[in-house]
Nanobody, 121 residues
C-alpha cells in the first residue's frame, strides 16, 4: 500500500500563488508517476498534472498550462504543485495521486485525502 498526504491548500486572492505538497510513504516503488487531480463543487474530478519518476515526462491539463508547475523530490518521496496566477475557477479540492505508469491520468492506483484550495475574486 501507498499512503499519500497532501498539504499546502488554503485561501488566496485571484492572481496569487499557492504551493501544494504531497508526501508518499509505504510501497513507494509503486509511485513511478505522481500527479494531481481536482474536484470543484458539483463537478467531476479532473486531471491536473502528472510527472514521471525521472521528471522528464510531464503532462498538464490545458486549463493549467503556463500557470501550474509540477515537480518531485524523489529523496523525500514528495511531489509538488506550484500554482501561480490563480483564478476563481481553480477553486476545488486538490487530490494527490500515484501509480506505476502514465495511466494515472485516468486511473490512479492511490489517492490522497485531498486539500481545499479556494481562490477569491
Amino acid at each position: 500500500q501507498v499512503q499519500l498526504v497532501e498539504s499546502g491548500g488554503g485561501l488566496v486572492q485571484a492572481g496569487g500563488s499557492l504551493r501544494l505538497s504531497c508526501a508518499a510513504s509505504g510501497r513507494t516503488f509503486s509511485t513511478s508517476y505522481m500527479g494531481w487531480f481536482r474536484q470543484a463543487p458539483g463537478k467531476e474530478r479532473e486531471f491536473v498534472a502528472a510527472v514521471s519518476w525521472s521528471g522528464l515526462n510531464i503532462n498538464y491539463a490545458d486549463s493549467v498550462k503556463g500557470r501550474f508547475t509540477i515537480s518531485r523530490d524523489n529523496a523525500k518521496n514528495t511531489v509538488y504543485l506550484q500554482m501561480d496566477s490563480l483564478k476563481p475557477e481553480d477553486t476545488a479540492v486538490y487530490y494527490c495521486a500515484a501509480g506505476p505508469s502514465i495511466v494515472i491520468r485516468t486511473t490512479p492506483s492511490y489517492w490522497g485525502q485531498g486539500t481545499q484550495v479556494t481562490v477569491s475574486s
